[in-house]
């Protein structure tokens, strides 16, 4: 059976029980273990974090690329100011508020505001579109959204409002300024929403899915607990290892790893909002940072970077996670060149929960090469398409089961079902082969999900938006190969008559209001879609055909 548990080589002294396949494929009875084991403690990160916080009270807790700094004493303290405003304006304890932040101190002060209110924060990157954050505060019944009035360009304030006014209950916006912040009541004679509803509900992130809607991932303070003990462990984080985060605060990754993580280990947190690789790799230089979880196009161009000192490039940086999209060996390999003072992995993982990493006790063939062995606890197969568990070395569909495994998609009960095996094992979507050591080579995706620098992107509103260009008489829209950012966006269309430029497709799109970071970037042109006897376009077959093009993005032919 292509499976493993407990999965870690620096645990096995101390985690050795195994739990039967009778007693796992019990929920209750998996709960049960996962407290014996010590992966959940039950411990909120509120209560944690108070004593981390009075206990080095003078000590960073945050800064950022602008220069602003807080103590963890001044962090608890603006947080307790920021949530008795947000009380004030009808905030309650398990109420939902989405936080639309950038990586900036606010960010994390937003956070533990929240955090101290006991209310549960629903984490949207800052480029999300007006209709989608629409659509989260509706799906949620969120009470209030907190963001700044702008950031860069981008008119989050007004989109906030927007938001608040066609939702369909009240929902109040919470702008951040220079003086802390200012409540925005919301619409007058609307209703407040209902309440979350599910008492182990601690934090929502979202992802994409193949229908272009959000999927609204429910963490409990357990499960995220279990995710952050077993980073801990495996990396040896504490409150003298400081991290560094340009992963966005409204991600998966920069949410678990960054915003929590930092909180449940007490060490100071450091934030970049706009990438810059020469500055970030100053800033860790500045501020010690020991460790980081970025994708694929951060670690491609720190290797790219300049670097002028004398000193190794990266050399504070005992650790970096590198997942999100593929991370070819050849990057792996340079990295490894360039850092050598830095343990490099592949990470895979999901919003949904699971993490895969190497150890630094992994052999170099499997650092290389493959995404690694489970967080403790995590149980991982390969299924073939009739649900059966496959032997070491064959593909399937990886499914997993464990302590830091999410417990449900919030008001999409049926989505989460169905996502949910007999035995509570998650399937992922994705396809990969196991080795006899648990070592996890992925090797594909059974969804259609485009993962275009760590960030998912659902093709069918892409493949809506163009599909009524008057020159498109088929389109596909598929992931193609970039070394950079894993894939880009593919637009593949059987024309209707003379075939569309790039440009006239990133035209269209526009007119559509697809957000500029969802258009298309690469273009091919066939004579005929391959389809299945059902009329669906085969788009493992464009993938292959794609792939084996090998033309850089902007191509028009």
Not at 98 to 116: K, T, Y
């Amino acid at each position: 059976m292509s499976e493993v548990r407990l999965g870690d080589p620096q645990n096995s002294q101390s985690k050795q029980a195994a739990l039967s396949d009778t007693a796992a494929s019990n929920r209750a009875e998996r709960e049960r273990w996962y407290r014996a084991m010590g992966w959940w403690s039950g411990e909120r990160l509120c209560d944690r974090y108070a004593a981390l916080a009075q206990r080095f009270e003078s000590r960073l807790a945050v800064a950022d690329a602008t220069g602003r700094k807080l103590s963890h004493g001044k962090l608890w303290r603006e947080g307790g100011r920021l949530a008795a405003t947000l009380e004030k304006g009808g905030v309650a304890r398990g109420d939902i508020v989405i936080l639309l932040l950038p990586n900036v101190a606010d960010g994390q002060v937003a956070f533990v505001a929240l955090l101290r209110l006991g209310a549960i924060p629903a984490s949207l990157p800052t480029r999300t579109d007006p209709e989608t954050l629409a659509y989260v505060a509706r799906l949620t019944g969120a009470r209030a959204l907190v963001s700044p009035e702008r950031h860069g360009g981008a008119r989050l304030g007004e989109m906030a409002r927007e938001a608040a006014s066609t939702c369909g209950h009240g929902l109040g916006v919470f702008l951040i300024d220079e003086s802390g912040g200012r409540w925005q009541q919301a619409p007058a004679g609307r209703a407040a929403p209902l309440t979350a509803g599910c008492a182990s509900l601690a934090h929502i992130m979202f992802t994409s899915s193949t229908t272009g809607l959000p999927k609204a991932v429910m963490h409990s303070e357990d499960t995220l607990v279990a995710l952050n003990v077993g980073f801990t462990e495996r990396f040896s984080l504490g409150p003298d290892a400081p991290i560094f985060l340009a992963s966005p605060l409204g991600h998966s990754i920069g949410a678990i790893h960054g915003t929590r993580l930092a909180l449940h280990t007490g060490a100071p947190l450091v934030l970049q909002d706009v990438w810059d690789p020469e500055r970030a790799l100053d800033m860790i230089e500045e501020f010690g940072c020991a460790f980081t979880a970025a994708a694929t196009p951060f670690l491609k161009d720190l290797v790219d970077a300049l670097w002028p000192r004398s000193t190794p490039k990266l050399a504070p940086l005992r650790s970096f996670l590198c997942g999100g999209a593929q991370v070819p060996p050849s990057l792996m390999e340079a990295a490894e060149a360039q850092f050598p003072n830095t343990f490099v992995t592949v990470l895979w993982g999901m919003t949904e929960g699971g993490l895969v990493t190497c150890v630094r006790e992994s052999p170099r063939e499997k650092r290389m090469s493959t995404a690694g062995i489970g967080l403790p606890g995590l149980d991982l197969r390969c299924l073939d398409a009739e649900g059966a568990s496959l032997p070491a070395g064959e593909e399937g569909e990886l499914v997993m089961r464990g302590p830091g495994v999410f417990i449900g998609y919030f008001g999409q009960q049926d989505l989460y079902d169905s996502s949910i095996t007999d035995d509570g094992f998650f399937r992922t979507g994705d396809l990969a082969r196991m080795d006899a050591d648990g070592y996890v080579r992925i090797t594909g995706r059974l969804k259609d999900l485009i993962i275009r620098g760590g960030v998912n992107i659902s093709p069918a509103p892409i493949e809506n938006a163009l599909a009524d260009h008057p020159g498109v008489g088929a389109v596909a829209v598929i992931g193609h190969p970039d070394e950079r950012l894993g894939e880009r966006i593919c637009a593949v269309v059987l024309p209707a008559g003379n075939a569309p430029s790039l440009g006239d497709l990133i035209a269209h799109a526009h007119t559509r209001r697809l957000p500029k970071h969802h258009c298309p970037e690469v273009l091919r042109i066939v004579d005929a879609m391959p389809m299945t006897p059902a009329g669906k376009i085969r788009k493992a077959d464009l993938r292959a055909m794609v792939s084996g093009e090998g033309a850089g993005p902007g191509d028009g032919a």
